[in-house]
């Protein structure tokens, strides 16, 4: 049986996975949703009750917490990563650890950016240095605007509530220096990459350059883009098919 680890990003925890888990579980996969450093719970009593120490909280955490759970399977195992998880995803790939990866709206290595307004206006805001490490604290009226544009009001609030919290801005910060590197010239483990036409945080143009700083001719490293869809891609309506055509490219991969 081979084993996925789900890898959520910035503003979400492991609840965010629920349905993927069961989606992947019911086909035969071990499924496994690894909370971040100080993620774990349920996202409204996070919110309510940020945990101390969370605005401190630094990308190399984040990724070692994930790389123990990885390191403690028996078999190298799939990772499919959300945003920052994505990146982790990356990350992981470039250290030989997994089976196969799928980067899904995933932050960029090596401090590639888009021109993008929404991508510079959100970025900026994440990472304001003005702001030192004080933990950026998300709102259904941010949610809705940034990460879950594509739902009417209603639904992006009922998502805010269940399954946002607040976050560091260091995380996001380190993704853009030393700790975000990626060395795109090794050979690595097939990669499908995900984006969402409608997604204000990254744009899928931002997607593509990362694909395209892969430069293995012999690495399989694919793009599937996703119409409408927003940063919410995993959540929101809509989400089956993105996961079947994950299943099915995972299935038509030699992963033994």
């Known amino acids: 049986m081979k084993t996925i680890i789900f890898v959520h990003g910035m ?6 996975w629920g349905n993927w888990m069961n989606y992947f579980t019911q086909r035969g996969y071990n499924c496994l949703a690894p909370a971040w450093p100080l993620h774990a719970g349920e996202p409204a009593e996070l919110r309510q009750n940020p945990p101390a120490g969370l605005g401190d909280l630094e990308l190399n955490e984040v990724v070692e917490a994930v790389e123990c759970v990885v390191l403690e399977q028996e078999a190298k195992p799939i990772v499919i990563g ?8 990356q990350l992981l790939a470039n250290r030989e650890l997994i089976a196969a ?10 401090a590639m950016v888009d021109l993008d307004w929404s991508f510079v206006k ?13 933990p950026i604290y998300m709102d259904a009226e941010t949610f809705h605007a940034s990460f879950a544009n594509t739902l009417n009001e209603a639904a992006a ?15 996001f910060r380190d993704c853009m220096g030393e700790a975000g590197r990626v060395d795109l010239d090794l050979p690595h483990v097939p990669l499908l990459f995900i984006a969402g036409e409608k997604d204000q ?6 997607n593509e350059k990362n694909v395209r700083g892969y430069t293995d001719p012999n690495s399989v490293t694919a793009l599937q883009e996703f ?13 089956e098919e993105v996961a079947e055509y994950v299943y099915n490219w995972l299935e038509a991969q030699d992963l033994s």
Not at 201 to 206: E, N, Q
């Open 227 to 239: 119409a409408n869809r927003s940063h919410f891609i995993c959540g929101e309506p809509g989400w």
């Open 122 to 134: 959100n970025s900026a805001t994440i990472a304001n240095p003005l702001k030192g490490n004080a």
């Open 101 to 110: 990866g799928v980067p899904i709206d995933s932050v960029a290595p090596n």
């Open 157 to 171: 609030t009922a998502a805010f509530e269940q399954y946002a919290t607040h976050d560091s801005r260091n995380v």
């Open 201 to 206: 945080i990254v744009p899928p143009h931002l």
């Open 82 to 89: 959300h945003s920052v998880g994505g990146l982790i995803v």
């Open 11 to 16: 503003f979400q925890n492991p609840k965010s």
